[in-house]
């Protein structure tokens, strides 16, 4: 199975995702962020998932980690590394790539140490736990 580069297919132009050079809003010094909805939804309906604001997710991040399940057959929603085996207690991963990003960090298999430096943004993607 082939994946796609971007999360609407192989291309990347300043109409789907902003980024870097897209031709955005600019402020002078860095471009600014778009509001929600700014570009058109991907195949599923979901909107701005490269671009604009990095996404905090719930994984932590560890470099070696995909290593870890393509070597152990673990193909299917990979649960992500423990916080006890982290070099970095409380790293989460960001992907997405922000407004400042190039299109190299907007790619859908990015994914980023999260160090607190720029903000993120975040999607509610996770079921709560009922108690």
Not at 39 to 49: A, E, I, T, V
Not at 56 to 73: E, V
Not at 112 to 124: E, K, T
Request: glycine letters at 10%; proline letters at 8%; aromatic letters at 16%.
């Amino acid at each position: 199975m082939r994946y796609a580069s971007y999360p609407w297919g192989d291309e990347i132009d300043g109409t789907k995702a902003n980024f870097r050079d897209s031709g955005d809003p600019y402020d002078g010094q860095y471009p600014e962020t778009t509001p929600v909805a700014y570009y058109p939804p991907n195949s599923y309906g979901l909107f701005d998932m490269a671009g604009n604001a990095p996404e905090w997710c719930y994984d932590f991040y560890d470099k070696d980690y995909y290593r870890y399940c393509m070597d152990s057959n673990v193909v299917e929603n990979p649960t992500g590394p423990t916080k006890d085996t982290l070099f970095w207690k409380d790293s989460n991963i960001v992907r997405g790539g922000s407004s400042q990003s190039g299109i190299d960090q907007l790619r859908c298999s990015s994914r980023h140490c999260y160090d607190g430096g720029l903000c993120a943004g975040f999607r509610c993607v996770r079921r709560p736990r009922l108690r």
